[in-house]
C-alpha cells in the first residue's frame, strides 16, 4: 500500500470562515481601514502585475488612500467591505458609470488569505447584483479576467495604458440580462 500524501493546509485559526465575515455598507468611520486594506490587496495582487518602481509610491502613500476612500464615502457611491471581527479583509464600490450601463465597478478586492473562498463573489453581488455594468481590469490579471466572465462580463474591445500604475488595462462589460 502506498503511503498517503500529506496535502498542505491554511492555518484554520488565523484566517476566519467566509461565513464568518461580514459584508455591509461601509461608513465614515471605515476611511482609514479602506485605505490600509485597499493598499494590502494592491500590494497582493499587483505584486507580479505591475512594475514594482511604479507600484511603490501608491503602497507609501496610506494618507492619502485613505483621505481618497474618506471622500467616496459621502453616500454618493455604494461602498461594502468585508469585514472579519474588525479587520477588513475586502472592499468592493460602484460609480455611475457614461453611456448605456448603470454602473462601473470600480474596485473590488480582497484580501490573498480569501481568495478563492466566495467572498470576492459576495462582495460582486452587494454592490451590483446582476445588473450591467462597466469594469477595467488589467489584461495581464487572467485570474481577475476569469472571474469576471463567470459573471457574465466580456471584453468590450478597448484597451489601453493605465495611466497611475502602467500596464496594458482592458474594459469589459456586463450587458442587461435578456427579458
Known amino acids: ?3 498517503r500524501l500529506a496535502t498542505p493546509r491554511r492555518d484554520v485559526a488565523r484566517v476566519p470562515r467566509v461565513t464568518d ?3 455591509r455598507p461601509a461608513v465614515p468611520d471605515d476611511a482609514e481601514a479602506l485605505g490600509r486594506c485597499h493598499l494590502a490587496c494592491w500590494r497582493e495582487a499587483y505584486a507580479d502585475l505591475v512594475d514594482p518602481a511604479c507600484l511603490a509610491p501608491f503602497l507609501a502613500d496610506v494618507d ?5 476612500w474618506r471622500g467616496r464615502l459621502d453616500g454618493t457611491w455604494p461602498v461594502r467591505v468585508a469585514d472579519a471581527g474588525g479587520a477588513l479583509v475586502g472592499l ?4 455611475p458609470a457614461s453611456g448605456e450601463a448603470v ?3 470600480n474596485a473590488l478586492y480582497v484580501r490573498r488569505e480569501h481568495w478563492s473562498t466566495g467572498l470576492g ?7 451590483l447584483g446582476d445588473a450591467p455594468a462597466t469594469l477595467r481590469v488589467f489584461r495581464d490579471n487572467a485570474r481577475a479576467r476569469r472571474f469576471y466572465a463567470r459573471n457574465t462580463f466580456v471584453p468590450d474591445g478597448t484597451e489601453h495604458e493605465e495611466p497611475r500604475l ?3 488595462e482592458i474594459g469589459m462589460v456586463r450587458p442587461a440580462p435578456y427579458a
Do not use: K, N, T, Y
Not at 492619502?64 to 481618497?68: A, I, M, T
Not at 463573489?121 to 454592490?127: A, H, K, P, T
Open 1 to 3: 500500500m502506498l503511503p
Open 21 to 23: 465575515v461580514v459584508v
Open 64 to 68: 492619502g488612500f485613505v483621505e481618497r
Open 92 to 95: 468592493a464600490s460602484v460609480r
Open 103 to 105: 454602473a462601473h465597478l
Open 121 to 127: 463573489q459576495r462582495l460582486l453581488d452587494s454592490v
Open 166 to 168: 502602467g500596464g496594458p
